[in-house]
């Protein structure tokens, strides 16, 4: 049963995302999957009998609401926080394209997801959760409100029609190693039918890096064409050097964990709780820090 008060902070968080998304009422109520009445008389303050239960879940798992009573996770002004901010904001406002190859566990996907919960036009892709072309396109159409339940053809179409029209919008996929061969041409086909009107952004981990070498290796089709399309480079927001990765990555971590006891109102050794995420490579788990920081809390 969803109350009366979670509805009110998800409908609170929904202003802040209407904020964000650049197109019509009609068109947001379609990203988030219910109709533009249902939207409308959710906005004007009713709150009962107009969205489902499960509609309710469906939305706050969309715009990223925290239905616990947990403190929410705070953004730590880190380096690959930084790097991965200055990228986007690159390519949403020149429509350019670039690739993140790096390692795991370093804060790249939170800091998409940030950006894409602060700035207009832009949207998302779990890659790993849309392998498929079908299931790729149809989660870019339906996140940019634009009708993804038809036949696909018309979807790509009214997609890349729709695309063409907005300022600067964003695509990106993060996962994106996880793609099925045909996405990745398709995803190559939407990227020369909306070159220069809307920028992409790929990410992935060293395993990203390693398909599209070894398919260029092979001359598999489309694998070169994309490469070149994506700057030629693989960008890293972590330096190669052993002693430099070190240092940055434990200082990102301390940054994280001083910044998030502060939020939680806890007082914590920061170097003791960092030393705890840490592997015997020395490289600190950044997926440990909240694990560690709920112990201290309870």
């Given at each position: 049963m969803i109350t009366k008060e979670i509805k009110q902070k998800i409908l609170k968080a929904?202003?802040?995302s209407r904020s964000n998304f650049s197109g019509s009422d009609s068109k947001f109520a379609v990203s988030l999957g219910i109709s533009a009445s249902q939207y409308s008389r959710t906005k004007n303050g009713e709150l009962d009998r107009v969205i489902s239960d499960a509609q309710w879940m469906s939305i706050a798992r969309k715009i990223g609401v925290n239905l616990n009573d947990t403190t929410e996770w705070k953004t730590a002004n880190t380096p690959v926080f930084q790097f991965i901010t200055t990228q986007l904001e690159a390519c949403q406002a020149g429509s350019?394209?670039?690739?993140?190859?790096?390692?795991?566990?370093i804060g790249k996907s939170y800091s998409a997801k940030h950006y894409t919960a602060t700035h207009k036009g832009v949207v998302y892709v779990d890659c790993s959760q849309a392998k498929s072309k079908q299931r790729l396109i149809r989660h870019i159409a339906k996140s940019f409100g634009v009708g993804s339940t038809g036949r696909y053809a018309?979807?790509?179409?009214?997609?890349?029609?729709?695309?063409?029209?907005?300022?600067?919008?964003?695509?990106?996929?993060?996962?994106a190693g996880d793609l099925d061969y045909t996405a990745?041409?398709?995803?190559?086909?939407?990227w020369n039918a909306v070159e220069n009107t809307c920028g992409f952004y790929m990410m992935g981990a060293d395993g990203l890096e390693a398909k599209i070498n070894r398919s260029i290796s092979v001359k598999k089709v489309g694998y070169t064409e994309m490469f070149s399309r994506f700057g030629r480079r693989y960008g890293k927001a972590v330096p190669l050097g052993k002693e430099e990765k070190e240092k940055m990555l434990q200082a990102s971590a301390a940054m994280i964990i001083k910044v998030n006891a502060e939020a939680r109102g806890v007082?914590?050794?920061?170097?003791?709780v960092l030393r705890k995420t840490m592997g015997d490579d020395r490289i600190p788990s950044l997926r440990r820090i909240y694990k560690e920081l709920t112990k201290i809390g309870e």
């Open positions: 929904l202003e802040v350019l394209s670039a690739m993140l190859c790096d390692m795991s566990d018309d979807v790509y179409e009214d997609l890349v029609f729709y695309l063409k029209t907005l300022p600067t919008p964003l695509i990106i996929l993060d996962e990745f041409l398709e995803l190559k086909a939407l007082s914590v050794d920061v170097n003791k």
